[in-house]
């Protein structure tokens, strides 16, 4: 089920966002407010209603953050890159957090994937690379590994899987995936795939996602080579 928007629709996904984010971002302002006002009458819980402000403000300041990322002009500017190379810096990256869960991310691919460039703008790919990693690992409750594949699927394209052994998606719920704000996490922001999508799509390329409840996501990432 692949998804095509056009220019004008684009515009209205953009208002849509808009006002999303205006009303995610009121529930925990609305929420500081009152605590604020709870400090001046009760000197006693003082300490607790501070921490719930410093993680609404967290909450705000994470749903905004992914936001400019996504709002920053797009002066996408298209340059040659080595693909593996540039997977192997995100994989570097991700790794802090893998360790920490006893998560192992092995990267394969044949020789003739060395020396592939893609026409990308560069740290947006990464971007994406690492929004999906970030959900692997987020998704394995438990230690195991997280695959990445790369091959060619034509003289055209290259598919880079990213194949997990986490807690996989429930049928049901796998046309959510990519609607803004759709999180199944307390912490999450519901934006890391939506982002990711488009910039594939501006990329010219597709994302597809397959997943088994309880056996794990596989993500598979098209792009014209
Ligand atoms: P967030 O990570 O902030 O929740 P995302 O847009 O990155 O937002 O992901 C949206 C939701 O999609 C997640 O909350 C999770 O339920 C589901 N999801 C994404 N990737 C995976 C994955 N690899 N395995 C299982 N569920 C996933
Ligand atoms: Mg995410």
Redesign the pocket.
């Known amino acids: 089920n692949e998804k095509k928007l056009h220019h004008s629709e684009q515009l209205s996904v953009i208002g849509e966002l808009a006002a999303g984010v205006a009303h995610e971002i009121r529930n925990p302002l609305t929420s500081i407010m009152g605590f604020l006002q709870l400090i001046d009458n009760d000197g006693h819980s003082t300490k607790m209603y501070k921490e719930i402000m410093a993680s609404e403000l967290d909450r705000i300041n994470l749903i905004v953050n992914e936001l400019l990322l996504l709002a920053k002009p797009k002066e996408y500017e298209y340059v040659p890159r080595n693909l593996l190379s540039l997977i192997n810096t995100v994989v570097t990256i991700a790794n802090t957090q893998a360790i920490l869960h006893n998560i192992q991310i092995v990267t394969k691919f044949s020789d003739d994937i060395r020396h592939l460039l893609v026409n990308c703008e560069e740290n947006k790919l990464k971007q994406v690379f690492l ?1 999906l990693l970030k ?2 690992i ?2 394995m409750s438990k230690e195991g590994q997280i695959t990445i594949e790369i091959r060619k699927k034509s003289d055209q394209y290259v598919i880079i899987s990213f194949i ?1 052994q ?4 429930p049928e049901e719920m796998l046309h959510n ?1 990519g609607k803004r704000f ?4 307390d912490d ?7 982002i990711s999508m488009n910039i594939i799509r501006e990329h010219k390329g597709e994302l597809n996602i397959t ?1 088994k409840k309880g056996v794990g ?1 596989k ?1 598979d990432v098209s792009l014209p080579i």
């Open positions: 929004n959900n692997a987020e998704a997990d986490g807690d996989g998606i995936l759709y999180t199944t996490k999450g922001t519901g934006l890391g795939l939506m997943s996501t993500i």
